[in-house]
């Protein structure tokens, strides 16, 4: 039996950055952008809070750019403020990497299963799907999708009842597939 399950994300992921104010080092994106034209330059940001003292960072989305050389979509999207498109940017390695922040997903994301109808059976495979690169480790989706506890996830991977071509105890944030022979 193949099942197919969800990494699905719930809300935007709290943003790793250090506070210039405070001793935080999260920042929840606020969802509104600021466009700076100047000369036919353009800057653009997305506005992020601390989350603990609500000091404003810039994240750096234009720097610099020529009108001509951006999207005019994309220039709509900063000026709507699109929802879809903070959560687009904070996945962006470009953004990432221009303003060394990384993504915390913690309690912003589920996995879906497509139910239940799984777990007596005794062999299964199952194909996990990421809608985001979300980190999280195989051993602890295997136990909630199954209903096992991390123990006994590693007591099947240890007896070679629970394998995949990748290394279940890691993290990973991209598809994978394994089997679970009871
Ligand atoms: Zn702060």
């Given at each position: 039996m193949l099942k197919i399950w969800a990494v699905v994300p719930t809300c935007l992921p709290l943003l790793r950055r250090r506070c210039h104010a405070c001793p935080s080092e999260r920042f929840q994106a606020s969802g509104k952008f600021r466009v700076n034209a100047n000369h036919k330059l353009i800057d653009a940001w997305l506005l992020a809070l601390c989350a603990a003292c609500g000091e404003t960072a810039k994240i750096t989305?234009?720097?610099?750019?020529?009108v001509r050389s951006i999207r005019p979509e994309l220039l709509d999207r900063l000026h709507d403020n699109d929802p879809g498109l903070t959560a687009e940017l904070l996945q962006d390695p470009v953004v990432q990497r221009r303003n060394r922040i990384a993504l915390d997903w913690d309690n912003a994301w589920r996995l879906d299963t497509?139910?239940?109808?799984?777990?007596?059976?005794e062999t299964i495979d199952v194909s996990v799907r990421f809608a985001a690169r979300i980190p999280v480790r195989p051993v602890r989706l295997i136990a909630e999708g199954c209903g096992l506890s991390r123990a006994e996830v590693d007591r099947l991977i240890t007896e070679g009842k629970l394998v995949s071509a990748?290394?279940?105890?890691g993290k990973l944030s991209g598809d994978f597939t394994f089997t679970l022979k009871r």
């Open positions: 989305v234009l720097e610099r750019m020529t497509g139910g239940t109808d799984h777990l007596d059976r990748v290394r279940l105890s």
